[in-house]
Every structure is written in structure tokens, then in C-alpha cells.
């Protein structure tokens, strides 16, 4: 909140209120602040003003008796109110060397830099955002030499759910670079005792925010031997995997919100605010999670994924596989089972929020790349990609639509027309059912070097029905 001293105010408060000091204020005025007058967004839309009652007085930051609300690390509320603020004494492991440039939530630019603590009472590191004028020189002056440490103070912190759990500055916030009192110095006495431990903590996470070298391959097992007290929330690990046994009852197709995900019953091509994520401008779009298996023949890990990964492993588009799922296209589906059983692929995994919030060290998908896909195909490759997908499924599996489903009644009449795209087929029915499908976000590949993995799913699907028909005269598309 904005405090302001009006006329020769200014001359008398000079040497009563100094820049980041501490004041205990009482008898102020608060009135609502005019917009034109506002200086920093995040700010209350209120000033204070001081009149011949309001009584300033310094508080002494250096007697514990005075903390606003210290806390140690382990002991932080999780879940609290982001409005409360917290004091807290650190040992700094880590200083991102220099403050970023990044758009808020608001579309405004702002600058941040990243802080790591550690302290006695966990084995976890506390993620600090500075923002504004406080990443400059404070967090300069921070900046560690391997091998050595230092402790700061810093107050009125508050709780961010980013990262899962870490903490943000406010406009409050104040660092103190040389702490006294006894909870600065018990944390420094522990720092001299511990100088091996925090040495190798340091060099651990040292090694995951600024990593050296190519990435290399990490192996299931050993990920499965790694315990929370050896983990970072940072940490990255690649993997070259198979899903061995891909099932069709565990896609999971809906509509939801394009900004957050959630499931959503607003209609098709009308824009809303959503009532999770509080953004204006949603639409509803094609949503699809996925649970499966990953193996690498040392274990295996059980994961649930989410729509962008979906469509790299699918290597279709999300409106496709919404189709696929509730037109129960379960020979599309095989053919993308045998994809995903004989041809390897890269998973990067890290651990899930559960280990900044819980200690609870699980592991989750990050990102997906198929060999040889870079991401940069064209939309036109993918729209080719998926029309012959489409002529395939056509020509090769008459569609059964559900009685008691007018959606796969119509999708299944579109799709016995072999001229009419999948993806249009779909949409054109759906908005009639009140549902929306989003088609302009196609997947996108590049070749792979690998004969079935470049394959369409088109090709692949008629590949899979001549090998069935060859196996047996009697064998038909079911």
C-alpha cells in the first residue's frame, strides 16, 4: 500500500522515516487511492496519510523480539493465506547470476531473479522470487563462492504456489545481509558445523541449475532407488522408453477450459470467464489425459499425461484423438498401440510438486520427443497426416455408432463419407451437440529415419488389416 506525505510533511518526516527500515505505524489515515495515482500494480488500491495523531515508530529489526513472523523452512505453512507474510533466516546456496525480464499475469513486463536457502530443519532448499528493484544489488551482494556460505535475513516473505511451494517477495520486503539475534546466530553456528553437507547440497544443485555437458540417458531403476531427501524440485532426467501396453480405457477425451484444462459445459464458440483458473476469453476445446506404462527393460513407472504430451505420443492432434475415443476407433487406437510398443522413444521426467509441498519425492512427465521430431513440422504435413488417417479408417472399418449417442450417430455418418475430413466431421457435429472442437492446433513431426515410425497412422492401420487378413481367410475389419 501506498503511503504519502503531503507539503511540508516532507520535510518533517526526512530524517523520522528512512528507506528499508521497519516502522510500527499507528493512528494513520487510510483513504481509497485514485488510479492515476497508483505506482505499483500489486499494491492495494488505498494510501496512507499521517496526520497530528499518527505515531511512527522504528522497530529494532536486529531483537528477535521484533520478527514479523519467522518461521523455520520445514515449518512454513503450505497452505495459508498468500496475503500473510513470514520472516525468514536462511544460509544462501544459489544466486541466478543475473535478473530476468518476465510478463506477469497482467501482460506487464517485471524483473525477477531466483534466491536459494537451505536451513537446519529440512533437507529440501527454499526457491525465493525477488522482484522489481530488490533482484539488483541485494541479491548481487548474495551471490556465493562455492565452498562458502553466508546467512541473510529476509522479511515479510510471502508463500507462492510456484515450483509447488516456494516463497515471492512483496512490496514490504526487506534483506538483511549482516543477521544478529539468536535465530541468525544458532543458524550460523549450525552453517560451521554442517560445511561438508552444505558443500555437497551446493554442488548438487549447482550441477541441476547450471548443467555442464550433454544431457545423458538415466536408467528407470535408478530413478526408483532415489529417495526425496536426495531430490531436487529441478531436477531433470531423460529416459529412453516403450509403453508396452497402451490401453484404449484409459484415454480420457473431454472439453475443457483452453487456458487451465478443466472440464467445461459451456457451449461451443461462446466465450466465458472460467470459474477454476478466473480467465476471461476461454473457450471450450478438445482435452485429453492418458494413463500408461513406461518401460526400459531395467523397470517401469506409471504415469498420467496431459493433452500437448498426448498428441507427441499419439502424433495426432488433440480434436483426433477426442474423435477416435468417443467414435470408439479402436483399430486407429491399435495401430497407435503398436507405435508406442516397438519403437523407443526419449520421456524427460522430474519430480512431481509433491516434493517442495510434502517432501514426497514422484516422478512425472515433462516433455515427450520422438526420434528424429523436432517440433517444426508444417500444419500442412500434419493435415495430410490425418486425412489419410481418415481415408484409412474409412475404407478399411465401417464406424458403429452408439444407439444412445447422437454425437457417435453423427461422427460415425461423416466419417462413412471418405470426403469429408475427420477433423471437419467431427467439429460439424459436435457444435450441433453443443460441443466445440478446436482443430487449428494439428500436431506437427518431422521424419524420424525409422520406416514404421514415419509411417502414417493411415499407412500403418492398412498394414496391420493386410497382415490380419493374410493370417486368416476368414478375417475382416470388425
Not at 498468500?82 to 525480464?101: A, C, K, P, T, W
Not at 464458440?269 to 500408461?292: A, I, L, N
Not at 500437448?308 to 486407429?332: G, P, V, Y
Request: proline share 5%; charged share 20%.
Amino acid at each position: 500500500m501506498c503511503g504519502a506525505l503531503f507539503y511540508d510533511q516532507v520535510v518533517v518526516y526526512e530524517d523520522a522515516i528512512k528507506h528499508n527500515k521497519i516502522y510500527e505505524i499507528t493512528n494513520a489515515r487510510i483513504t481509497p487511492l485514485k488510479p492515476e495515482y497508483k505506482t505499483n500494480e500489486s499494491g492495494l488500491d488505498y494510501q496512507m496519510t499521517f496526520n497530528n495523531r499518527t505515531i511512527v515508530q522504528l522497530v529494532d529489526i536486529d531483537d528477535d523480539s521484533a520478527v514479523i513472523n519467522y518461521h523455520p523452512i520445514s515449518h512454513l505453512p503450505r497452505a495459508t493465506d498468500y496475503s500473510e507474510m513470514f520472516d525468514n533466516v536462511g544460509i544462501v546456496l544459489f544466486v541466478e547470476e543475473h535478473s530476468r525480464q518476465v510478463k506477469t499475469s497482467k501482460n506487464k513486463e517485471a524483473t525477477v531473479r531466483e534466491i536459494v536457502l537451505i536451513d537446519h530443519s529440512t533437507t529440501q532448499p527454499l526457491s525465493i522470487s525477488v522482484w522489481d528493484e530488490l533482484a539488483e544489488d541485494d541479491c548481487t551482494m548474495l551471490i556465493p563462492t562455492p565452498g562458502k556460505f553466508r546467512t541473510v535475513r529476509l522479511i515479510a516473505l510471502r508463500v507462492s504456489k510456484h515450483k509447488g511451494f516456494s516463497m515471492t517477495t512483496s512490496t514490504s520486503t526487506v534483506f538483511i545481509h549482516s543477521p544478529t539475534g539468536e535465530n541468525a546466530e544458532s543458524l550460523a553456528s549450525w552453517m560451521t558445523n554442517h560445511q561438508t553437507a552444505l558443500t555437497q547440497l551446493q554442488a548438487r544443485l549447482f550441477s541441476v541449475k547450471l548443467p555442464l555437458g550433454a544431457e545423458r540417458t538415466n536408467k528407470i531403476s535408478a530413478l526408483r532407488s532415489k529417495k526425496a531427501k536426495t531430490a531436487l524440485q529441478d531436477e531433470r532426467h531423460w529416459l529412453d522408453v516403450t509403453i508396452p501396453n497402451a490401453e484404449f480405457h484409459k484415454i480420457n477425451a473431454y472439453m475443457g477450459c483452453s487456458k487451465c484444462g478443466k472440464r467445461s459445459s459451456i457451449p461451443p464458440g461462446r466465450t466465458y470467464t472460467c470459474d477454476t483458473c478466473s480467465e476471461p476469453d476461454c473457450t471450450s476445446v478438445p482435452k485429453v489425459t492418458f494413463t500408461f506404462e513406461i518401460s526400459d527393460g531395467t523397470g517401469s513407472l506409471l504415469f498420467t499425461a496431459f493433452t500437448t504430451t498426448n498428441e507427441n505420443l499419439f502424433r495426432m492432434s488433440a480434436a483426433d484423438i477426442f474423435q477416435m475415443k468417443h467414435t470408439d476407433d479402436e483399430q486407429t487406437f491399435t495401430a497407435v498401440q503398436e507405435l508406442l510398443h516397438l519403437n523407443s522413444f526419449r520421456v524427460q521426467v522430474g519430480p512431481a510438486a509433491a516434493l517442495s509441498i510434502n517432501n514426497i519425492l514422484q516422478w512425472v512427465v515433462k516433455q515427450v520427443v520422438i526420434d528424429g521430431d523436432d517440433g517444426n513440422a508444417s500444419k500442412k504435413e500434419a493435415t495430410e497426416k490425418v486425412s489419410a488417417q481418415t481415408e484409412t479408417v474409412n475404407t478399411s472399418k465401417e464406424l458403429q455408432p452408439k444407439s444412445d449417442s447422437s454425437l457417435n450417430h453423427h461422427a460415425g455418418n461423416k466419417l462413412a463419407n471418405p470426403t469429408v475430413p475427420a477433423t471437419e466431421a467431427v467439429t460439424n457435429d459436435l457444435a450441433a451437440s453443443n460441443v466445440f472442437v478446436d482443430t487449428t492446433n494439428l500436431a506437427e513431426t518431422k521424419p524420424s529415419g525409422n520406416a514404421d515410425m514415419d509411417l502414417p497412422l493411415a499407412q500403418l492401420t492398412k498394414k496391420k488389416a493386410k497382415k490380419d487378413k493374410a493370417g486368416s481367410p476368414s478375417a475382416h475389419p470388425s
